[in-house]
Each structure stands twice: as structure tokens, then as C-alpha cells.
């Protein structure tokens, strides 16, 4: 097999490959084998049709199904002998099959070169999750308006027995409880979103334009089902969609840079990750740790 292997930028490869007669005879051998046990001939038991008729008859099936398993075995072998790590499917091209030869280009990525900068010491402001009297009064005047709807009511024990708190103190508990927990979230993605922030601003690296294109037919794939779902026309549909494309094509963008990054910080640290385990999780609890925190109202 020959192969030779182009960069065309930073993390885009074409590999051009040939395979010589010898191994595309043997696999031909193999492909008339098997047909010979199937294909029923007229004149002839099955599994003793001679080559020659064989040849006549199944020529271009015999053509598909030899590329068709060339291909993925000679690229892969390419791949371990150049010791390349792509990150997604290639693109085949130009598969040709002439004069005993086949030939065929793959395009892929690989990852990128990334380079992460600082990332130890980030300082990270966190906020409170406690609940002030004032955030409580507020929520219960939400309450008292009718949650909007313009209807207003009396806030008292009464309102905390229908729904079923033995008394309006114990629905203040319950109610400061899960105001704490909802900024808790809050607060925990906003210290996320400041490490990532320091990241991407410190990281250098290419964003591959494959895994972007993918991310982002899936995404645009559950939004089409989700609005699909609610009774929206296809038209309605393709309007929705096209509003939304650029700002989600940031975010998927976003989200791989991210993700590449710590990834390569996983690897500088050796953070062990197990299959079942979050990288992500991982190497941000990593950095969290390593951050220096700075308390604010």
C-alpha cells in the first residue's frame, strides 16, 4: 500500500491512497468465493458456477463489494502506521478502481494543537446562595399577586394550608429552601462560566470545522423535533431555525473550544477519567480547586 499524506492547515489532512494488484486480486478472490457459494446459475450446481461466468454476470457487484471493504481496512491501517488520531469520519473522495489498482483521497481533522496558558490560580468572584428577607418578601409578593395572572390574594396561613404546609411560616421555610437551592445552581454555573471565560481567553488553538458542522445539525435537529412537537408548521419551522443558526453556532463553538481545553489540561495533570466518569466534571472540579475565590454580596 502507498500512501502520502498532506497537511492542508492546522488540523486538516489529506491522505491519498494505493492499493497495489496483488492485495485487490486477493480480495477479488474472496468476493467471487463467497458469491460462488450463493448465486444460482443455470446449468450449474450451486457453488461450482465457474470464475469466468461469475466474472460476467457479477462483475460490478463484485467491483462495489471489493472497494467496499478495501477502503475502511487500507485506511485504517494508514491511519495506525501514520499514527494519526482523527476526530471524526473522513471525507471519502475520488475512489477509483483501474488497471488492477484501487485509489482513493481521505479528508479528516485531527485534534488540534491546543495550548492552554494559565490556568491555575483563576480568580473566580462567588456569590452568596443565601436568601435575604428582602429576596423572601418579594417572591411571597409574587405569590400575593396571583403568580402573575393579576389576581390578587391574601398571603396567611390559609394560603400556606392549600398548598399543604401546616402554616405560612413552614411555607417560608420550605420556600427559602428552594430560592437557596435555585441560586446555589445559579451561582455554580456562573463560577463555570468564569473558568471557561479565563480559558478561552488564555487557550490558542483551531476550532475543527467538522465537529462544529455536526454539533450543530444535531442541536438544530432537537430544536426542529421540540418545535415539531409544539404544532409548529414547517415553514414556521425553517423561520425559527434560521433565527436561531448563528447565535447556536457560536455556542457549539464555544462548547468544543471548552472541551478541547480540558481535555489537554486533563492530559498536562493526568487526571485519571474513568469510561463512565465526566471529563468535563473532572478537570473543572480539578481547577476549581486551584482557583483563588474571592466572596461578593
Known amino acids: 500500500m502507498k500512501l502520502a499524506v498532506k497537511k492542508l492547515d492546522a488540523i486538516r489532512l489529506e491522505l491519498k491512497f494505493e492499493v497495489p494488484r496483488e492485495?485487490?486480486?486477493?480480495?477479488?478472490?474472496k468476493i467471487y468465493g463467497e458469491l460462488g457459494k450463493v448465486v444460482k446459475v443455470k446449468g450449474f450446481r450451486q457453488g461450482k458456477?465457474?470464475?469466468?461466468?461469475?466474472?460476467?454476470r457479477h462483475n460490478k457487484l463484485a467491483r462495489e463489494e471489493v472497494i467496499k471493504e478495501l477502503i475502511p481496512e487500507v485506511y485504517q491501517e494508514g491511519l495506525e502506521k501514520e499514527k494519526i488520531r482523527p476526530i471524526d469520519l473522513p471525507e471519502i473522495l475520488d475512489i477509483n478502481l483501474n488497471e488492477g489498482k484501487v485509489t482513493f483521497t481521505a479528508k479528516l481533522d485531527v485534534k488540534p494543537e491546543v495550548r492552554v496558558g494559565d490556568y491555575k490560580k483563576i480568580k473566580i468572584a462567588r456569590k452568596s446562595s443565601t436568601v435575604t428577607p428582602e429576596e423572601l418578601n418579594k417572591t411571597l409578593e409574587f405569590f400575593r399577586k396571583g403568580q402573575g395572572e393579576g389576581k390578587e390574594v391574601v398571603i396567611d396561613d390559609a394560603f400556606a394550608h392549600g398548598l399543604g404546609f401546616p402554616s405560612l411560616e413552614e411555607f417560608s421555610k420550605s420556600l427559602t429552601r428552594q430560592m437557596e437551592?435555585?441560586?446555589?445552581?445559579?451561582?455554580?454555573?456562573?463560577?463555570?462560566?468564569?473558568?471557561a471565560e479565563h480559558l478561552l481567553k488564555k487557550a490558542k488553538l483551531t476550532t475543527p470545522a467538522s465537529?462544529?458542522?455536526?454539533?450543530?445539525?444535531?442541536?438544530?435537529?432537537?430544536?426542529?423535533?421540540r418545535l415539531a412537537?409544539?404544532?409548529?408548521?414547517?415553514?414556521?419551522i425553517t423561520k425559527k431555525e434560521e433565527e436561531v443558526r448563528p447565535q447556536l453556532e457560536e455556542s457549539v463553538e464555544k462548547d468544543i473550544r471548552i472541551y478541547l481545553v480540558l481535555e489537554k489540561i486533563a492530559e498536562l495533570e493526568n487526571i485519571p477519567v474513568k469510561e463512565e466518569e465526566n471529563l468535563a466534571v473532572k478537570v473543572m472540579e480539578f481547577l476549581l480547586k486551584e482557583a483563588e475565590w474571592e466572596e461578593v454580596k
Open 229 to 236: 412537537k409544539q404544532g409548529l408548521s414547517p415553514e414556521e
Open 23 to 29: 492485495r485487490v486480486s486477493q480480495k477479488f478472490d
Open 211 to 225: 465537529l462544529v458542522k455536526k454539533q450543530l445539525a444535531r442541536r438544530l435537529e432537537d430544536i426542529r423535533q
Open 181 to 195: 437551592i435555585d441560586k446555589d445552581r445559579h451561582n455554580r454555573m456562573d463560577i463555570e462560566n468564569q473558568v
Open 49 to 56: 458456477v465457474p470464475r469466468h461466468i461469475l466474472e460476467s
